[in-house]
């Protein structure tokens, strides 16, 4: 099992081509995105809390008195199940006034989230899955791409996990080395892999609503034993100011008919209606 998935990664890279990526963030503005902050409206971008500007997404406080509850999210219009996620993020200033103290140098991307405009008002967090980003300084020493399940549940060697975050085995980033590029390989509700440096240093399966953590979300939404195929990806806004880039996406999801113009090697999973396009 092991060789057979090591020899499809393999030739997933050969096939795979830069015109295959879709690109995210287009470097100029966030078209394309839409933003949902605890306690507003969505669509409403209190403090312009998320901005593109020299060609990076940046999450900013400095139109905040102080942080409150503002947990927030910017979320990609679009859904999509089987997917290679690649994006670059780094932490920058100092926390907010009013901020928790988990959430220093603290960040992260939802995957499989509900669709945003079923996030009521007043709900912190999106039911979603967490790849979580943090950084050190000082007597931190955290890893970064941990899992964190907000109102959902994972396995990990059939067993279901307890605890809402788990550490990845990632090495030690700090906030002066810059730029950390990362990804998040999603195969609907199979399982997911968290890989920095083309290691993976994170895996789990069968992600699904359950648990606890999120308040104040709708209950028809949050049906508890639901496997997660698809869902909404969402950059997270947690108190620290921090910046994302080079946000692409590699669809896994087409066309599996070699004789189609639209078959792609790497494709996991069959979507019909792409032969037919």
Not at 70 to 88: G, N, V
Not at 204 to 221: N, R, S, T
């Amino acid at each position: 099992m092991k060789l057979t998935l090591l020899l499809f990664m393999a030739l997933s890279l050969f096939a795979q081509t830069e015109k295959d990526w879709l690109t995210l963030f287009n470097g100029k503005n966030l078209d394309g995105w839409v933003v949902k902050i605890a306690g507003y409206d969505l669509g409403d971008n209190f403090g312009r809390t998320f901005r593109a500007e020299d060609g990076v997404i940046k999450v900013s406080y400095d139109q905040y008195p102080e942080f409150g509850v503002r947990f927030s999210h910017l979320f990609y219009k679009q859904k999509f199940s089987h997917y290679r996620l690649s994006l670059e993020y780094r932490f920058t200033g100092e926390q907010v006034k009013g901020g928790p103290s988990y959430a220093r140098l603290n960040s992260g991307v939802m995957i499989h989230s509900q669709a945003p405009e079923t996030i009521l008002k007043d709900q912190d967090w999106p039911i979603s899955v967490e790849a979580q980003f943090l950084s050190n300084d000082g007597n931190l020493k955290r890893p970064t791409m941990n899992v964190c399940t907000p109102g959902t549940e994972i396995f990990m060697n059939g067993q279901m996990v307890k605890a809402h975050c788990t550490n990845s085995t990632s090495k030690i980033y700090h906030a002066e080395d810059g730029w950390i590029k990362v990804e998040v390989e999603v195969w609907g509700s199979e399982r997911v892999r968290h890989v920095i440096d083309g290691q993976t240093v994170l895996q789990y399966e069968k992600p699904q609503i359950g648990g606890g953590v999120v308040h104040g979300f709708d209950p028809a939404i949050k049906v508890n034993g639901k496997l997660l195929e698809d869902g909404y990806i969402g950059l997270q806004s947690e108190s620290h100011p921090v910046e994302f880039r080079s946000i692409r996406l590699l669809n896994l999801s087409g066309c599996m008919d070699p004789k189609s113009r639209r078959f792609r090697s790497y494709y996991v999973h069959r979507d019909g209606a792409q032969c037919r396009q």
